[in-house]
């Protein structure tokens, strides 16, 4: 027994030893030859891939090609070469060590799974970048879109690794996620309803990057700047940004102004209230007294030509003001304000003006002004609307009318 110790002691350290050493020594050679062998390659590879694409870039009409370049595609691309370079020489150098062989293989396997997702990412942004420069999509909620491409290709590179890892088929890990599913929906529930919401608002048109909209549950009221797979941004115009949920946009009520900045002026619509008590037919002096007002000054004197041919036709007792045909401060005050907005440089004539009478209320009645103005900008069209009422309300007791105000002190104090 003793002697079979000496033996296999002899035998470790005499030739065992320096077998092993060798081969430990040839195996770190071959491996620091082939690394810097990957290295000069992955260099080269990436320098003539860099310039071939700048080139052809440069001589190209699209600018697709630049968009790749500026999102590292082609560098992505150039370390495929070293990866299948160290794939295939990698089980030479580690045949006498099986298990670091294996571990390395799945290394390499694992890092080609990540060079894929690298590869995929830097071309779905590119597309990305394209699709915006293009007018038919540069409003579209492309990010959205490439957002849930991304995840998929995500989901599909963990389950790769994790079949990798545990060598397992990937079919395998397909079938346990979806004995999961209903764990994978609720963790990804907001992901799946905006990338359903996407679509929708996509498909329907419902809203489109560079929208005014006004959102008055989040508070939103300005532009949308951004549509992306769980939220879209808008830049109130306080320059403040508000994140609504993407899903938001198709489950609650929400104003989009689109309509009014495509069209070719921007409604105005307001009411004057006027006091019931001061409604009441013209006498003749006081039509005559009108007919100084230009803008009704020729509408005034014919519409009263009429009206006395009538009265007189019909032998209309005129000794009571009630019988018969006469004009009325208010309508005399539509036919004026319809008169003013027909003629004033804001508002646009070839879309409707209309001044109407709404139900009275315990206010008074309302007197509704319609038209739209030519300029759509806000603050202009502000200053067109208030210019307009100015003169309206100022305008007023020269038809024997009065606006409706609720009373405040000065209305109790004694004359």
Not at 77 to 90: K, Q, V
Not at 102 to 108: E, F, R, S, V, Y
Not at 298 to 310: A, G, H, P
Request: aromatic fraction near 12%; glycine fraction near 4%.
């Amino acid at each position: 027994m003793k002697n079979l110790k000496h033996i296999l002691f002899d035998y470790l350290v005499n030739k065992g030893f320096e077998e092993s050493f060798a081969t430990y020594i040839n195996m770190f050679v071959l491996l620091i030859v082939l690394l810097l062998l990957i290295l000069i390659i992955d260099f080269i590879s990436r320098k003539i891939l860099v310039v071939f694409f700048t080139q052809f870039a440069t001589q190209s009409k699209t600018n697709f090609d630049d968009i790749l370049i500026s999102n590292k595609a082609p560098r992505n691309f150039a370390h495929i070469i070293p990866l299948l370079i160290a794939l295939e020489f990698c089980p030479y150098i580690f045949s006498d060590f099986t298990y670091a062989k294996n571990l390395i293989n799945k290394g390499l396997q694992v890092f080609g799974v990540v060079l894929t997702l690298w590869i995929v990412r830097s071309v779905l942004k590119s597309l990305k970048d394209y699709f915006k420069t293009l007018p038919r999509l540069k409003d579209k909620p492309i990010d959205s879109y490439i957002q849930v491409f991304m995840i998929f290709a995500w989901f599909i590179g963990i389950l790769s690794v994790l079949a990798i890892v545990t060598e397992r088929s990937f079919i395998e890990f397909i079938t346990t996620i979806g004995a999961a599913s209903a764990i994978i929906i609720l963790i990804f529930r907001d992901t799946i309803l905006g990338f359903v919401a996407s679509i929708q608002v996509s498909i329907n048109d419902m809203v489109r990057i560079g929208d005014w909209i006004t959102f008055e549950k989040y508070g939103a009221d300005g532009d949308v700047v951004e549509i992306n797979l769980s939220t879209v941004k808008v830049q109130n115009f306080d320059k403040t940004i508000t994140t609504i949920p993407t899903y938001a946009l198709i489950s609650d009520s929400f104003k989009n102004w689109r309509g009014m900045t495509n069209s070719d002026g921007r409604r105005i619509k307001r009411s004057l209230i006027i006091k019931l008590d001061s409604i009441s037919y013209l006498t003749k002096v006081q039509v005559d007294k009108m007919r100084e007002i230009t803008l009704i000054s020729t509408y005034l004197e014919s519409q009263q030509e009429k009206i006395d041919s009538y009265n007189t036709n019909n032998a209309i007792d005129k000794s009571l003001l009630l019988n018969g045909r006469n004009l009325t401060n208010i309508g005399v005050f539509r036919k004026y304000i319809e008169t003013y907005l027909k003629n004033h440089s804001a508002i646009n004539k070839d879309m409707m003006i209309m001044a109407r009478q709404l139900a009275p209320t315990t206010q008074g009645i309302p007197l509704e002004i319609y038209a739209s103005s030519s300029d759509k900008r806000w603050e202009n069209y502000e200053y067109i609307m208030a210019d307009i009422f100015d003169h309206l309300i100022a305008a007023i007791p020269y038809f024997h009318l009065e606006l409706f105000e609720l009373p405040n002190s000065g209305s109790f104090k004694n004359n």
